[in-house]
């Protein structure tokens, strides 16, 4: 309970400091770190405004707040344009990370057509291509052993990409 007061308190403090513009930015995705942590919801929209921010640290860290810790399935589409559309790959593949997780074991055919997509555009990062790839297998089925021999034994694009599953997402607008 302490800890859970502590954290409230340190997240309603860099809040606070967020609001009146004295967080340099090199501390501002340590803040909404905390706020996540500290399920601080009073910062949500603050969250929000940050989705926006120039810095693709910043924004790729709003987007993890507001989904991944908060779990605020209204973000959604903010995670498709981020996959399909922000300029940086890191925000890009924590977009593709998202949907995985927000659409987690529905079989999600929309979600699924967008990251096939994704998937197979050769023209994107690989690594993007990979976390689309990984949220399409979590949507179907979230396995952790998979998820555990990808982190053993490397993900390996061309080995490890069912391509009969991309195309009949493609097709189908999902499996």
């Known amino acids: 309970m302490a800890d859970s007061n502590q954290k409230k308190s340190e997240a309603k403090r860099y809040l606070e400091l967020l609001r009146q513009g004295n967080l340099a930015k090199i ?51 903010k995670a498709c344009a981020f996959l399909e559309h922000d300029p940086d790959a890191n925000c890009r593949a924590e977009g593709a990370f998202v949907l995985g997780v927000l659409k987690r074991d529905l079989g999600d055919r929309e979600t699924l057509f967008i990251l096939a997509t994704v998937v197979k555009n050769e023209k994107e990062v690989e690594y993007v291509r990979e976390a689309a790839y990984k949220a399409m297998r979590s949507i179907v089925h979230f396995d952790i052993m998979e998820e555990k021999k990808w982190m053993r034994e490397g993900f390996k694009f061309e080995k490890d990409v069912n391509r009969s599953f991309i195309e009949a997402c493609l097709e189908k607008g999902g499996v």
Not at 37 to 62: C, H, M, N, Q, S
Request: net charge negative.
């Open 27 to 77: 501390e501002i995705p340590s803040a909404l770190m905390t706020f996540g942590k500290a399920d601080y919801l009073e910062a949500r929209a603050d969250v929000e405004g940050l989705l926006t921010d120039p810095d693709p640290e910043i924004r790729e860290t709003a987007l993890k707040v507001l989904t991944i810790y908060w779990y605020l399935d209204v973000y959604w589409e």
